[in-house]
Each structure stands twice: as C-alpha cells, then as structure tokens.
T-cell receptor, first 114, second 109 residues
Framework: EADIYQTPRYLVIGTGKKITLECSQT?????MYWYQQDPGMELHLIHY???????EKGDLSSESTVSRIRTEHFPLTLESARPSHTSQYLC?????????????FGEGSRLTVL | GQNIDQPTEMTATEGAIVQINCTYQ??????LFWYQQHAGEAPTFLSY??LDGLEEKGRFSSFLSRSKGYSYLLLKELQMKDSASYLC??????????WGAGTKLIIKP
C-alpha cells in the first residue's frame, strides 16, 4: 500500500498556465524526488530534496521549481506550461543510508499541455 | 558519460525462466537496483545489489559483477502478471540514481 500521494492524477491545461503538482508522503522520509518519464523512456530527475529547506536541481532542466517547507510535502510548480511539458511526473521518497536507492513512488501525475 | 544498457523488449512463455541483462558505465558505483513497472503505473522496488554475486528473493534473483559492469534479473516460474517493464538503475558516486530505459517483458500463455 502506497504511503506517497500525488494530485492531480490527470491534468489538461492550456499553454502559459501556472500549475502545481502536489506530493505528500507519510513515511517520514527525508529524501524526496521528482522525475519526468515519457512512455518507454528512462526516468529523468528534475528536482530532489534531502530534507526541509533543501532543494536541488536534477539533470533535466524543466523550468519548474520545488519547495520543501515540511518533511512530508514536496510540491512541483510550473510557472508557464508549454506543450513540451506534456509528460508523466512521478514523485518518490526514500530513507537514507543503504536504503537511499529504494524509492517509493506515487501513482504519478499525467500532464497534457495544449 | 554515464549510461545504462538493457534490451528494449523480451518475450517469454508462462512457466518458463527469463534473464534480463543490464550493463552500465557510471562515474562511481554505490549499488544497482531493479524496479518493476506495470504499464501506466509507477515503478516498484524489486532488488538491490552492492556486492558481487546473486541475491535471491522468491521467484526473482539478481546478479552483479562489478568488474564487468554487468547485472541480470532472473525471473523463474513466469506468471502472466510478470508482464511489465523492468528498470535497471545504478547509484553513482554522488548517490544519484542513473536509470536505464527499461526492458518490456511480454509473457505469452
């Protein structure tokens, strides 16, 4: 049973709109991640956080921002959506130490920008 | 650069055994992970190898050879529900996961 939740699951919006994808976890994990994944393609890391008030950019520049004000909450914001942002966005969390690579994923937010 | 290579697609028969290979070139190594991802769903963790050798977990086993930059996931007694993509990921020297594109496994009756 997943203890990490994403909303919305599906979203269709117009170009130029501002959107926030929500992600919350109840496992008390310090590490949280946002990935972008297109069908049949590898996961690309957009942002990550190792704790409250800590955020870093990943290898994919997606023109998005994140915040980590509370341990359990890690929202992703697109200031001005473009059709190139159409994708699946996956939020994940993990414990530290040897369990750092054991990620728990949310169900994903599938975004379509018209 | 860093890269993970695995076959794009494999087909196997229900009840049989299948081996999914993964080769990697990364800057540093802090473990190799296998995930299962059913179509339209999020990945779920399967296994973790950091030392050479075989790790067995029920019907699934994962093998690692660090000197060869090679791993495989072995699935025994295949069931229809095993139809999914299997993702190989390596944790590099910065403790970041580098992901392969996944192997789509099709199980036929």
């Amino acid at each position: 049973e997943a203890d990490i939740y994403q909303t919305p699951r599906y979203l269709v919006i117009g170009t130029g709109k501002k959107i926030t994808l929500e992600c919350s976890q109840t496992m008390g994990h310090d590490k949280m991640y946002w990935y972008q994944q297109d069908p049949g393609m590898e996961l690309h890391l957009i942002h990550y956080s190792y704790g409250v008030n800590s955020t870093e950019k990943g290898d994919l520049s997606s023109e998005s921002t994140v915040s980590r004000i509370r341990t359990e909450h890690f929202p992703l914001t697109l200031e001005s959506a473009r059709p190139s942002h159409t994708s699946q966005y996956l939020c994940a969390s993990s414990e530290g130490g040897r369990h750092t690579g054991e990620l728990f994923f949310g169900e994903g937010s599938r975004l379509t920008v018209l | 650069g860093q890269n993970i290579d695995q076959p794009t697609e494999m087909t196997a028969t229900e009840g049989a055994i299948v081996q999914i290979n993964c080769t990697y070139q990364t800057s540093g190594f802090n473990g190799l992970f296998w995930y299962q991802q059913h179509a339209g769903e999020a990945p779920t963790f399967l296994s973790y190898n950091v030392l050479d050798g075989l790790e067995e977990k029920g019907r699934f086993s994962s093998f690692l050879s660090r000197s060869k930059g090679y791993s495989y996931l072995l699935l025994k007694e295949l069931q229809m529900k095993d139809s999914a993509s299997y993702l190989c990921a390596v944790m590099d020297s910065n403790y970041q996961l580098i992901w392969g594109a996944g192997t789509k496994l099709i199980i036929k009756p």
